[in-house]
């Protein structure tokens, strides 16, 4: 009798866990919406109503143009460049085994 009490609780568990996250996805962005305008209109604190009021984005609706980054300077001839980056330095701690190659050989 514990064991099938023990399964009612972990499937009970499961099946909330897959709900909240089922109405996160579908209902998000309408949660975030009624939850911004609900503590827009709270009333504000004597220390915030002295600062500038913030302005909002835009509308999520339309997405912001992208701006184009600047072009970058032209690559160095392919002559100056190396052929591979030197290998980084590994720092071993003292007790740490270390495996070497015969290590893998068959």
């Not at 980054?69 to 591979?84: C, G, K, L, T």
């Amino acid at each position: 009798m514990k064991t099938l009490n023990a399964i009612v609780k972990v499937v009970t568990a499961l099946a909330a866990v897959a709900g909240a996250i089922y109405i996160v996805a579908t209902y998000g962005e309408q949660i975030v919406a009624w939850a911004k305008k609900v503590l827009s209109s709270l009333p504000k604190c004597p220390c915030c109503e002295k600062a500038e009021p913030v302005e909002e984005a835009p509308a999520a609706e339309e997405p912001a143009p992208v701006e184009e980054a600047p072009a970058a300077e032209e690559p160095a001839p392919a002559e100056e460049a190396p052929a591979e980056d030197p290998a980084p330095e590994v720092i071993v701690a003292e007790n740490e085994p270390v495996a070497e190659d015969k290590d893998f050989a068959e």
